[in-house]
C-alpha cells in the first residue's frame, strides 16, 4: 500500500518489511520456482536439449543447489554477522557423518529416517558451530579466522582417523544408504535434483525470513559496529553465537545433502580446505550479505569450468585436458580480480543497479 505526501511516494512499514516489495520481483520469483520445479523435470523427461543428459544433473546441477545451501549458511556468519570463517568444509563434514551415523544407527538409537537423519546431522554441525564460536567473543578478524581453521584441520584429522564415524570400514570410505523418503526411494539423477531443490528452497526462504527479521538486525549491528550494538542493548554473546549456530546448520544440512544425494560415496578428502576456501570465493564473488549472491556465487564457481570445458568441444576446437585446466585457472583468476576490483560487493551488486537501470528505462531521469 502507497500513500502520496509531498509529491512523493511512500511506502507502510508492512509493504516496506515484504520478502519481495517489489511486483516484478515477486512475479520473478514465481516463475522461476515453476520453471525449476515442473520445466527442467519435463525437459530431462522429454530429452530436450542438455536437460536430457544424466551428466547435466550430476554434474552442475545437483552440485550448485547444494553448494549454494552452504554459501548461504556461510554468508549468514561473514556477511550478515562479519565473522570471518575458514571452515565451512568442516563443518559440512559433521553434517554428512554425523547424518550418515543417524541413518544407519547411532549407538542404542535405531536407523532414523533419511529427512530426520539430514536435519540432525544439520544440528549436530550446529552444537560443534557454537563451541566453536565462543573465541569470537574475544577476538575478531583473521584470529577468529585462524580459528575456524583449526577447526578445519581438526575435524580433517578426526573423520580420517577415527573408525567409529565410518562404521569400522578399513578404507575410511563411506556408502551412503539409500535415499528412503516415507517409502519413496529417490534414485534417478531428476529425483535427486527435485530432492536438492526442495531442500534448497525452504531453507533459502527461512534465511531470508532470518536476515530480515530481528535477529538479522542484530547480526548486521554487530558486523557494522560490534561497540555500538552493544551499547544499543545488543547482546554480543546471543548475536555471535546465534550466527554460528544457524551458519553451521546450513552447511551441516548441506553437507549430508552433498554426501547423501550427490556423491553416494565419500571420504574426508571431500570436504578438506579445498571445499572451505570454494565456499568463501563464492559468497566474496556472489556478494557478502546477499542471499541471492550466494546462489550466484555457486553458479560462477560452478558454471565457469564446465563451459570451459564444453566450449572448444563444442566449436570443434581440439584442445588438450592440460590447457583447459590452466586456461581455467587463468580466466578463473583474472575475472575474480577484475570483479573485485569493478565491484567489491559481487554480482548481487551488479544485479541490483542493472535492476534499477531497466526499471527506469527509457527515462533514466
Sequence with gaps: MLYREAGQFKATYRADMQMFPIRQDRIAYYA????????????????????????????????FLVLSLAAIG?????????????????????????????????????????????????????????????????????????????????????FLRVKWFTNYEPSGSVSAPELNFFGYIV???????VLALTFVTAFALIAKNLVRGNLGRQWMAIRDMDIAAEIMGIRPLYAK????????????????????????????????????NQLLFMIIIGGLGSILGSFLGAAFILLLPFFLN?????????????????????????????LLIREPHGFAKLWSLAKEKLRLWPFPY
Design 187 to 193: 534414485k534417478s539423477p531428476v529425483e535427486r535434483y
Design 310 to 338: 564444453q566450449v572448444p568441444s563444442a566449436l570443434g576446437l581440439h584442445i588438450s585436458v592440460e590447457t583447459v585446466t590452466h586456461l581455467e585457472f587463468i580466466i578463473f583468476g583474472a575475472l575474480i580480480c577484475t
Design 241 to 276: 553465537l546465534s550466527a554460528f549456530a544457524v551458519s553451521s546448520f546450513f552447511c551441516g544440512v548441506a553437507g549430508a545433502l552433498w554426501a547423501f544425494v550427490h556423491l553416494g560415496s565419500w571420504e574426508p578428502l571431500a570436504f578438506n580446505i579445498d571445499r572451505s
Design 74 to 158: 556461510l554468508n549468514i556468519l561473514t556477511g550478515y554477522c562479519g565473522q570471518i570463517s575458514l571452515g565451512g568444509g568442516a563443518f559440512m563434514a559433521i553434517g554428512a557423518y554425523f547424518g550418515f551415523k543417524f541413518a544407519t544407527g547411532f549407538g542404542p538409537l535405531m536407523a532414523l529416517p533419511m529427512v530426520v537423519s539430514i536435519l540432525l546431522g544439520g544440528l549436530s554441525a550446529a552444537v560443534i558451530g557454537v563451541l566453536f564460536g565462543i573465541p569470537s567473543l574475544r577476538i575478531k578478524g583473521l584470529y577468529l579466522a585462524v580459528a575456524t581453521l583449526a577447526a578445519q584441520f581438526f575435524f580433517d584429522w578426526l
Design 32 to 63: 522461476l520456482l515453476v520453471f525449476a520445479f515442473i520445466g527442467v523435470p519435463l525437459l530431462a523427461h522429454f530429452q530436450i536439449g542438455m536437460f536430457g543428459r544424466d551428466y547435466v544433473f550430476k554434474a552442475v546441477l545437483i552440485p
